[in-house]
């Protein structure tokens, strides 16, 4: 194999020196999507934050039946992430079951109950738009 090849498709990490897949975003978000469909999430939204954080590119918020259906969904994804050659992701919320946090790097996962999802209403936040944008369309640049 040569090296161009290599680059293109592996990145090197340095600490367990091991050769692991290199993932887009998209690609990432694809599998999350699918993951969330295939254990009957409700509601799935995707939106795209790289303009309004670095915190990640992207934030998917899905909605349960109940606390058994967000840890399933929940465990099912995080085996599909792991599966798919991704790495691990980070988990807050678990064991409350109310609303569960997934963070891939690149891609956060909400899961909520619907009451807890409307209290939140994190699509409103995160889909409003960007308020210096506003601002200047609004005022203009001074």
Do not use: C
């Not at 309004?52 to 994804?77: E, F, P, T, W």
Request: proline letters at 1%; charged letters at 25%; glycine letters at 6%.
């Amino acid at each position: 194999m040569d090296l161009k090849n290599i680059v293109q498709n592996h990145s090197y990490d340095i600490l367990s020196s091991k050769a692991k897949k290199v993932f887009s975003v998209k690609g990432s978000l694809e599998i999350i999507l699918k993951s969330l469909e295939d254990t009957k999430a409700e509601d799935i939204v995707s939106v795209d934050i790289q303009k309004k954080s670095s915190l990640a590119d992207y934030m998917v918020i899905a909605s349960a039946n109940s606390q058994r259906h967000i840890s399933s969904i929940a465990d099912h994804l995080l085996r599909t992430w792991k599966d798919s050659g991704q790495g691990l992701a980070r988990v807050e919320g678990l064991s409350g079951g109310d609303w569960v946090l997934i963070d891939t790097g690149d891609i956060i996962v909400h899961l909520f109950r619907p009451e807890i999802r409307l209290f939140y209403n994190l699509e409103k936040i995160w889909m409003a738009p960007d308020l210096n944008n506003t601002t200047s369309v609004l005022f203009g640049d001074h």
